[in-house]
Structure formats: C-alpha cells, structure tokens
C-alpha cells in the first residue's frame, strides 16, 4: 500500500505491542479464511505478515486434480437437479480450494445479492450465479453488479420476466437501488418506477438473459436528476457513479472482515473514497484491509460471531479431518440447522449475520454439532478426530503439552483449560 | 443490537455448551418450565390443503339442496352434531364439538373471494398472499410475512416457524422477516447433555459484551432445552394426550416450544389429504377428526400450562368444493368454505351467512365472507399489527372477545 494520505488503514507492522505471533495468525486465518492446521500456524509464524497475508491474498494449494473433481462434482448436482449436491459441491469447494479467502467472499456476494432456490428452484442456475459471484469477487464492483443483474436465477428471483413495457414490476428497480447499491434515502419512489421502466426488455428465455426489444419502454426517464431515453445497462452507470454504492460495499467488507465497534466512521468513509478512486476494485479493498493494522489490532481477534460454515469448517481444518474427506451433505445439512442454508438465504435482505446467528435453535444446532464432530460423525463410517494423535505429530507428548497444543490450535492461544470437546463448545468457540 | 435474552441466571457465570449445569436446571424449575412469551400473541395456522368440502363439514341439513345435490355423500341428519336448527358437524367433529361448547371455537361461514380459482396452486397462492387475481399476479409474500414485516417485533427466535417436511409456504414468505422450517424436536434437543464444566475463568475474550452475549445466549438454549426434554416427557402434568397422527404430533411439537419459551409468534402446520375427488365419505371423515381432535389437544395442553389467553388456532383450505357432488362418489373443486378460528379469546360460534344450496352460481356457493376481511381480523384483534395495508372493503367482522 503505497497511499501517501494519513490514514485510518495504516499497515500493519509487528511490534512489542503487537507482536506477530500464533494469536494474529489464528485470527488472519478464522477471519479471513476458514481456519488452519497447526503447519500452516507455524509456517506463518516465521513468515511474517507481509508474506502471510500473500498467501492468503493469492490462495494456492488446492490439490492437482482439485478444479477437475469439483467441475465433476458441480456437473453431477446440476444434472441431478438435487440441490442439496450443489451445496454439497459448494462445500467440497470451501473444504478444498485452497483458497477460502475466495470462498468467503463468494459466500459475502450470496448474502449482498441473495437469491434463494425457493423461489428460483432451479439448480443449473443457482451454480451459474455463484460461479459468476466467485469469477467476480475480488474484482471490479461494477463488472459484478453487470453481471449479476443480467444473470438468469437473479433475474427469476426479482420477477425481471413480469417488467414490460406498458406494465413495470418494481422489484428488480427497488432491491437493485436499496440493496445492492445505494441504499434507502439514496433514491426516491419515482426513481423506483423509472428505473423499472429502463430495465423492461430484460428477461429470461430458455433459462438465459435475453434483450426483448419488444419488451423495453424506449421512452424518456428520470432518474437521479439525470434524464434520458435509459436501458439497463445506462441505469447500472449511472448507479455505479454515484457516492454510495463504495460506502456499501466498504460496509459489507467491515461486516466480514472486522467485529462489533472496531471500524469508525472515518475508517469507513475512507475506505469507501479510496474503493472510489480504484474504480470499486473489491480486491484492493480487501488487501488494504488485511495488511492494516486495525485488522490486527486488539480489539478486531475474537469479536466476531463466526457464521455457520466458519464455525463449522474452521475445526475441521484445524483437526486435520479432511483425509478422507468428511460428507460434504452431511455438512450442508448441519449448515442449515445451525442457519446458514445455503442458496437458500431468508429472503431479499439475506442473512442478518452478526449476534443473529445465534438463536435457540441454531445454538443447540452448534453445540450437536461439535457433539458430531468429536465423534466422527461427519464423515462415513465415522471417523472421531484424535487430538492426541495430532499433538503427537506436532511434537507435542505430554499430556499437558496437548492440552496447550488443542487450545493454541482451536483458539489461538493457550490459556483454555480441558479437552478438544471442552474448547469447541467455551463461548470462544463461537467467535473469532 | 440486541442483548437481552430471557434471563434466567445472573451475568457473568460462564457456561460450556453442552453441559447441564445443576444451576441451570433449578433455574428452569423454579419457573415452573414454562418460559413462554408472555405478552405475545401466537397464532398457530392449519392449513387443510387439497380443498376442504365445507358442506360436509360444517353441514346445512335444513337446506333442501343438500339432499338434492348429495345423494351419497349425504351425512344421515340424526348423526350430525348440531349446532343450531339449521347446520351441524360433520359426525367425526365430536372434539370441535366439544371446543364449541366450551365457547372456544369460531366458524366462520362462506369464506372465499371474488372469481374464484379453481387451481389449486392459484388458489393457494390468492390465500397464501391476500392477493386476488389470476396466475399471472406476482406473489413475492404471504399474508404472515408481510404481517411480521409490518410489526417488526424481533425476537431472538423465528418469526414464523413451519412445522412439518413440506416447503416453506408462501404464507410465510416475506421481505426480511424469518421463517424456518423445523420437521421436527430433534433438532432442539442437546444430544449430548454431558457433565457440568469448570467455569473457564482465563478466556480473554470473556471480558468483552459480546462473549457475554453468546455466554447468555448459550445459557438460554440450554435452559430452553432442559424445558423442552422436561415438556416433552408427557406434557405439563402427563395429562395431555394427542392423538398419533401426522397433524397430531405436529401440534404437539408446536406446544412443546410454546411451552418451553420460544418467542416465535406464527407456527404453521400443513395436513393434506383434502382433495376428495372419489370415495370421499371415509377419507374425508378420518380428515375432520384428526383436525378436531388435534386441535382439541393442542388447545386442552395450552391451556393445562396456563397459556390459553395467548394462542389461537386458524384452519382454513384453498377453496370448497363443488355443491353437487360426482360420479365417483367424490366432489370436484368448488369455491368458498368455512374458516375455523379455535382459542380462548376467540368469539364463538357461527358467524357471517350461512351459503344457501339452493342459490349458486355455475353449480357453485356464492361466498358471504372475503377471507381478506377474516386476515384483517387476525391480524388486528389478536396479532395487534395495524400497520398493515386494509382489506379491499371494510367489514364489521368481529372474531375475538374484546
């Protein structure tokens, strides 16, 4: 980062203060990525920051045959219309991609632009959209947002095929400007019929995009104090000029990438300039953040209620327990008790995230879950995960020793007394 | 944000997800096992899909079509359980019978809408959403969603919970409220109850609210679970009996978390089986009393835990069916049925016209009252929210004691 402002994102250099040690590494890899293994903690560790937060950045080993086995797998679900595989197949993705930093982002754009299969319950197009969300998250805001207001589940979600000319559905108008983009006080009612009325001619034929110009109102419109004969793609530039749309998608970030109270107003409006003057590159958002120093600071490790598949996967990984791999139905099925169904987000708003996650229920999900979990049940025939055996591995052989080792491992630092099961159920488990 | 779950401890004591804390156990005891949201109103919905033959449910013996139009599908006059000089139940109704008596059930007559569907998935889907019209009109949001959208009341549990196997109806579709699908208590039960865990006094973490907050909330699941192991071994006092049906044990399931604390307003149960087209007289006969007598049960269990005043049950179909009946011994899709509203504080009784057998239009009843004017209701006099957007025409329906 070579921005010459005074700035609330200053990098971040170790220091006696705040020392590069196994608690940052832990929490780089809980918050940005979806846990580590003890080899990556400590090779990390003698890294530094610089070159961790590289890897994370840059992603890498997925295994040799990884992109063919998932193009497999994701053919498969699509062609058994069965959408519990395709969610399966997201999370062999998560599991093995060797970049989850992708994968969470994928999973940030799902909740930003959430579609749910109840309503589109086509599986084809519920894999093309989130391959579409990963081709694009860390890129370009505006080839994003081209790409998803013209993609087919999107467009089923936000009844796109009811808007013709002569007769405007509002939906796609209003959620494009409420929620992915400006945000409510940004726009006004009128703005939401005119903006209807530009986006008629889009549709969905045969399960693709098409332009029906049959369908598209060519009339005159105003909208945002601009007047013009305006399509969809004349909407999507005059959205994507506007000030708020940054000042969104910096918020977004913050949610994933910071817990409650660490980023002021002025961190986000700065980091919302700064997305301005990179053309809404989320890529160069994402890396201003995790070099800066307040993603490392203090009061950012251990914040933040880890969503269900951070909850979920970061132990998995951690233990070691993805050889053989564990069943990645299973998984999604516990996903969706603990909350976090994927493609199917709660409605247009996605999932609220935050302290929503925990509820009655999805508590009790979590701690079933690590009941599960300790005892091998997420893969089949069971397998129960051996902490004394990993410690053993990671030279460690008293039995004091693999006390340590488990809560440095699980949390990141090793003042957690008890066993593995002990640890994944402290509060502390839920957060991170 | 929100923070202040039920409380039933003090701050502060750190529990481990998963043990069962004696603490916590005498917590829950000492009230009584029945954390329930106390001032809210909890509206369980039955829908009988396939179209219900309200004729043969809530039955004009002393029409003269009735005879005329069901030959065999008449239901003997001295069988039925009357409820005035006029209409009876249908003999397998003896628990709604029994709910009338006690003042505790509402029937309200000739339910429907204007140009009546006769598909089965449009007119799902006019009640589903409170909009008429034909298949074409977009229905994003269902009547309950758009409710709990306008009340805005959250909790930390669902808004609207679907219990059952079946996909989230529309019903309770909406624009940011939550609605869950929950097939059964499994999923709320700790399957590993375990043995009470040191108090972790090291975690670093455990200083900040947040940790507190999950710290609480944990405590809350726990204590909710321990209500519900305890509420299910058999109800308040074992008295509680439901019947071994489908729609049974989901009313079950439904106290069960009423009973144990949940927050969440709207519950909703599917019992299918309604589309009589043949051999209709026994199918729809088991149908009516398992819906009575699961009703009947719930009702009896909610009001053993003291709860009466809080809940409500409303059943409704799609539509009717036809006056006249088939071939097949059957009846084919008609329009407007009767809607039932069950509970302690709902105005018993019959209510709105009774459909005439002898004045129909195309062979079918004509309906007396909008089901949006019945929604109208629910919403305002029990559920409270007047946010919302009015019915089409204003009525002077009055479903509920003041």
């Not at chain 2, 059930?105 to 006769?118: A, C, D, E, K, T």
């Not at chain 2, 088991?286 to 409500?312: H, N, Y």
């Not at chain 2, 629910?378 to 204003?394: D, F, K, N, R, Y």
Request: proline share 5%.
């Amino acid at each position: 980062m070579n921005d010459p402002r005074p700035t609330e994102w200053k990098q971040f250099i170790p220091s006696d203060a705040l020392p590069w040690d196994l608690r940052r590494i832990h929490h780089l890899h809980r918050r940005a990525g979806i846990g580590a293994t003890w080899g990556e903690l400590q090779r990390d560790l003698q890294a530094g920051p610089e070159v961790a937060v590289d890897r994370v950045l840059r992603g890498g080993n997925a295994t040799d045959d990884f992109d063919s086995l998932q193009r497999l797998i994701g053919d498969a679900a699509v062609s058994s219309g069965d959408i519990n595989r395709l969610k399966a197949w997201w999370f062999y993705r998560i599991l093995y991609s060797g970049d989850p930093l992708i994968e969470r982002m994928t999973l940030m754009w799902h909740n930003h632009f959430a579609t749910s299969n109840l309503k589109v319950a086509n599986v084809a197009m519920m894999k093309r959209q989130n391959d579409l969300l990963r081709r694009h998250a860390m890129g370009k805001f505006g080839d994003l947002l081209r790409a998803v207001i013209k993609d087919a589940a999107m467009m089923v979600w936000l009844d796109a095929n009811a808007n013709r000319k002569g007769k405007p559905n509002e939906n796609l108008s209003r959620e494009l400007m409420e929620l992915f983009t400006l945000g409510v006080g940004h726009y006004s009612e009128t703005d939401v019929k005119e903006v209807a009325r530009a986006l008629t001619g889009w549709t969905v034929r045969g399960g693709d995009f098409e332009h029906v110009p049959a369908y598209h109102d060519d009339g005159t419109k105003q909208m945002l104090g601009e007047q013009g004969d305006f399509d969809g793609d004349d909407v999507l530039a005059i959205l994507l000029k506007q000030e708020p749309p940054a000042r969104r998608i910096a918020m977004r970030l913050c949610e994933v990438f910071f817990g409650e109270d660490v980023i002021t107003d002025d961190a986000l409006d700065e980091l919302a300039s700064g997305l301005r003057d990179h053309d809404l590159d989320i890529g160069w958002a994402v890396e201003t953040i995790l070099r800066s120093e307040a993603f490392f600071s203090e009061d950012n490790i251990g914040n933040r209620v880890l969503d269900p598949v951070q909850f979920m996967i970061g132990p998995l990984r951690a233990l070691e327990m993805l050889d053989p791999p564990p069943s990645t139905l299973l998984l999604a099925e516990w996903a969706s008790k603990l909350g976090q169904d994927l493609f199917y987000p709660p409605n247009v708003f996605g999932w609220p995230g935050g302290r929503s996650w925990l509820t009655t229920r999805t508590m009790i999900g979590r701690a079933n879950y690590v009941s599960a979990l300790c005892r091998g049940e997420l893969h089949r025939p069971n397998r129960p995960p051996d902490i004394a055996v990993l410690a053993k591995k990671h030279g460690f052989s008293t039995p004091a020793d693999q006390s340590k080792f488990a809560s440095r491992l699980l949390l990141g630092h090793e003042n957690a007394t008890g066993d593995m099961k002990a640890i994944l159920r402290r509060p502390a488990s839920q957060l991170g | 944000m929100k923070t202040n779950r039920r409380r039933f401890l003090g701050h502060g004591s750190a529990v481990v997800l998963g043990a069962m804390p004696s603490l916590v156990s005498r917590a829950v005891m000492a009230d009584e096992g029945t954390r329930s949201n106390r001032n809210g109103k909890i509206l369980v919905v039955i829908q009988m899909s396939g179209g219900n033959d309200g004729i043969n449910t809530i039955v004009p013996y002393a029409d003269e079509g009735y005879a005329k139009h069901r030959k065999k599908l008449r239901l003997p006059t001295d069988r039925l359980l009357k409820i005035n000089d006029s209409v009876g139940f249908h003999p397998s109704m003896r628990s709604a019978a029994d709910l009338l008596e006690q003042g505790k059930l509402g029937i309200v007559q000739g339910v429907g809408y204007p140009n009546p569907s006769r598909s089965h998935d449009t007119s799902m889907a006019i009640w589903h959403s409170a909009q008429v019209g034909d298949e074409d009109v977009l229905r994003s949001h269902g009547w309950l969603g758009m409710a709990m959208d306008a009340a805005r009341k959250k909790t930390d549990d669902p808004d609207m919970i679907l219990v059952g196997d079946e996909s989230q109806p529309l019903a309770i579709q909406s624009r940011r409220s939550t609605a869950v699908t929950l097939s059964s208590l499994t999923d709320l039960r700790l399957r590993q109850p375990a043995h009470a865990q040191p108090k972790p006094t090291s975690d670093q973490a455990s200083e900040f609210s947040l940790a507190q907050f999950v710290d609480q909330t944990m405590q809350d699941a726990i204590a909710t679970a321990s209500a519900l192991e305890r509420n299910t071994e058999g109800g308040a006092d074992g008295s509680a009996k439901y019947p071994t049906t489908r729609i049974g044990r989901r009313m079950q399931t439904i106290s069960t978390m009423v009973k144990s604390g949940f927050q969440t307003p709207i519950y909703y149960a599917i019992q299918s089986g309604y589309d009589t087209h043949a051999a209709q007289l026994p199918s729809h006969s088991r149908l009516l009393r398992e819906f009575s007598d699961a009703t009947k049960a719930f009702l009896d269990d909610i009001e053993a835990s003291g709860l009466s005043d809080q809940v409500c049950v409303m059943g409704f179909s799609e539509f009717g069916r036809r006056v006249a009946e088939n071939n097949s011994e059957g009846t084919d899709h008609g329009t407007a049925g009767p809607v039932f509203l069950a509970g302690n504080r709902v105005r018993s009784g019959l209510t709105g016209t009774t459909p005439k057998l002898t004045d129909l239009v195309d062979g079918d009843l004509q309906m007396s009252t909008d089901f949006r004017n019945v929604y109208q209701e629910v919403t305002q006099a029990w559920l409270g929210i007047s946010e919302l957007q009015a019915a089409e025409s204003p009525s002077s329906l009055k479903l509920f004691d003041a």
